[in-house]
C-alpha cells in the first residue's frame, strides 16, 4: 500500500509568491493532519479535518494559511502571500477510524522562502 | 487537557549502549501513550504505543512501559545502533473528546557514535 504522498517534496519561493502544498491521504483513512516544523517551535498541529472536515483549525498562524479538503483523498495546504517566517518541512499525516491516533505521515515538503 | 514532558537532548552514545529517553505525563483517565521516531529526512513513524496502564509496548529492540503510578513512559533500548540515530517523540491524546488529537513532547535527538 502506498503511504502518505506529498508533493512537493522541496520548493522554493520567493517572498510575496502564493504556495502550494499537497497531500493524498492513505486509502480508507478518515482524519486528516497538517503539521509545520522548525528548529525552533518543533512540531506544530496546523489543522486537522475529519471526513473532510476541518475540526480544528487553532494552529494555523494566521489569514495567509488555509486548508482545504476537497475529498477523502486530497487535501491542500495554501499560503499566499508567503514570508520568509513560513520557511520550514511541512507534514501531513493520516489516521483511520480504527486506529485513530496512529498517525502515518507523508516525507514532508520542505519549503524555504527566501 | 493532557501534556506530556520529554527530557531534552541532544543525547550521544556509542554503540551498544544503553539508551534511556524519559516521557512524563499527565492526563485525564488513562489515554493509550505513543512513541514516534524520526530518521534524518523523513516523516515521524509510530514506533510503539501501550494502551493501557502495565502494558509494555516494544518494537525493533526499543521498550517502553506505561507506568500510572509514576505517570511515565520511559523509552529504552538495551545495545543502540548507529541506525538507531534520529529524533524521538513522546505522545498522547489530548484528552477525552478530542482523542484524535496528539499532544507531542518536544523530541529527543539521538546521535549513535560507532
Known amino acids: 500500500d502506498a503511504g502518505v504522498i506529498q508533493s512537493p517534496r522541496h520548493e522554493v519561493t520567493e517572498m510575496g509568491q502564493e504556495v502550494t502544498l499537497r497531500c493524498k491521504p492513505i486509502?480508507?483513512?478518515?482524519?486528516l493532519f497538517w503539521y509545520r516544523q522548525t528548529m525552533m517551535r518543533g512540531l506544530e498541529l496546523l489543522i486537522y479535518?475529519?471526513?473532510?472536515?476541518?475540526?480544528?483549525d487553532s494552529g494555523m498562524p494566521e489569514d495567509r494559511f488555509s486548508a482545504k479538503m476537497p475529498n477523502a483523498s486530497f487535501s491542500t495546504l495554501k499560503i499566499q502571500p508567503s514570508e520568509p517566517r513560513d520557511s520550514a518541512v511541512y507534514f501531513c499525516?493520516?489516521?483511520?477510524?480504527?486506529?485513530?491516533?496512529?498517525?502515518?505521515f507523508g516525507p514532508g515538503t520542505r519549503l524555504t522562502v527566501l | 487537557g493532557n501534556s506530556v514532558t520529554q527530557m531534552e537532548g541532544p543525547v550521544t552514545l556509542s554503540e551498544e549502549a544503553f539508551l534511556t529517553i524519559n516521557c512524563t505525563y499527565t492526563?485525564?483517565?488513562?489515554?493509550?501513550l505513543f512513541w514516534y521516531v524520526q530518521y534524518p529526512g523523513e516523516g515521524l513513524q509510530l514506533l510503539l504505543k501501550?494502551?493501557?496502564a502495565d502494558d509494555k509496548g516494544s518494537n525493533k529492540g526499543f521498550e517502553a512501559t506505561y507506568r500510572k503510578e509514576t505517570t511515565s513512559f520511559h523509552l529504552e533500548k538495551g545495545s543502540v545502533q548507529v541506525s538507531d540515530s534520529a529524533v524521538y517523540f513522546c505522545?498522547?491524546?489530548?484528552?477525552?473528546?478530542?482523542?484524535?488529537?496528539?499532544?507531542w513532547g518536544l523530541g529527543t535527538s539521538l546521535a549513535v557514535n560507532p
Open positions: 499525516a493520516s489516521s483511520s477510524a480504527l486506529s485513530v491516533n496512529e498517525q502515518f
Open positions: 486509502s480508507g483513512h478518515n482524519s
Open positions: 479535518f475529519n471526513n473532510n472536515v476541518p475540526i480544528d
Open positions: 492526563a485525564t483517565g488513562y489515554p493509550s
Open positions: 501501550a494502551t493501557k
Open positions: 505522545a498522547l491524546p489530548l484528552g477525552a473528546g478530542n482523542n484524535r488529537k496528539l499532544i
